[in-house]
């Protein structure tokens, strides 16, 4: 096999067929390539670019033989405008205190992320995680990546931990590679927060992108991304603007 410490092509495998987690009665199939070295960070950037996602020293993407539903999605920084609804999520939770620290796990956000996978998930591919699975989604990265902690002041210490966004760094936007909240705070909708605060930071740093993986039409569970619009989908002609009718 080849070093990917020295080549400068990647090379691709694919995973055998298994169920599909958004649309039942249906296979997923997978295209991956390993992260290593030093050219992790610009193969990552432009496997994001081109639809993959990132898990640990992993970027993947779907190829399913019969289906192309798992659409890359991309917020456009500079156009995004708030709506009403969302201008009252920040401000539900404008007394958060944001922090971003290196990508260390800790107990605390083991704690707030089983919480959120027994209530949210239970049942789903990650029920199961052990304390050492979240080492390992954290820390074992190849590349520029951190978390954000958002933390309810309490007058003792620092402060509740209520949510967490594992982002990754790329040069032209914030990837949000994985976040969990807790699910007893729903009148704050912190997964819709994050989102926002992505936004609100990318915006800062003068990045065009917030990426936001896939996006399924028909999907319950991916049908709050659509809310972020003007929003980029990539097609076969590229990045083209998802449009009101999708």
């Known amino acids: 096999m080849t070093d990917q410490k020295t080549a400068r092509v990647p090379q691709f495998f ?18 991956f390539a390993r992260l290593t070295g030093s050219l992790a960070q ?36 500079d156009a995004f405008d708030m709506s009403r609804n969302q ?11 944001r922090t971003v620290v ?4 800790t107990r605390e956000q083991f704690a707030l992320l089983r919480t959120y996978l027994d209530s949210r998930h239970a049942g789903g591919g990650m029920s199961d995680m052990g304390l050492f699975d979240y080492v390992a989604m954290v820390e074992e990265t190849p590349v520029s990546t951190h978390i954000v902690e958002y933390r309810q002041p309490d007058g003792v210490g620092r402060g509740r931990l209520v949510a967490c966004a594992l982002t990754d760094e790329l040069r032209d936007g914030l990837s949000m590679v994985y976040s969990f909240f807790h699910p007893g705070e729903d009148a704050r ?5 994050m989102i926002l605060d992505h936004i609100q930071a990318a915006r800062e740093q003068g990045m065009p992108h917030v990426y936001l993986g896939y996006w ?4 319950k569970k991916m049908a709050y991304k659509a809310r972020f619009r003007p929003m980029e989908a990539l097609t076969r002609e590229g990045w083209e603007l998802l449009t009101d009718e999708e």
């Open 216 to 219: 399924v039409q028909g999907s």
């Open 102 to 105: 290196p990508p260390e796990a």
């Open 87 to 97: 201008r009252r999520v920040l401000k539900r939770s404008s007394d958060l205190v």
């Open 189 to 193: 909708s912190l997964g819709t927060y």
């Open 42 to 77: 610009p193969l990552n950037e432009a496997l994001t670019h081109s639809g993959f996602r990132r898990s640990q020293t992993i970027a993947y993407r779907p190829a399913c033989d019969t289906c192309s539903a798992c659409v890359s999605v991309r917020i456009l920084v």
């Open 14 to 31: 694919l995973t055998p067929g298994g169920p599909c987690p958004y649309l039942p009665g249906r296979t997923e199939r997978k295209v």
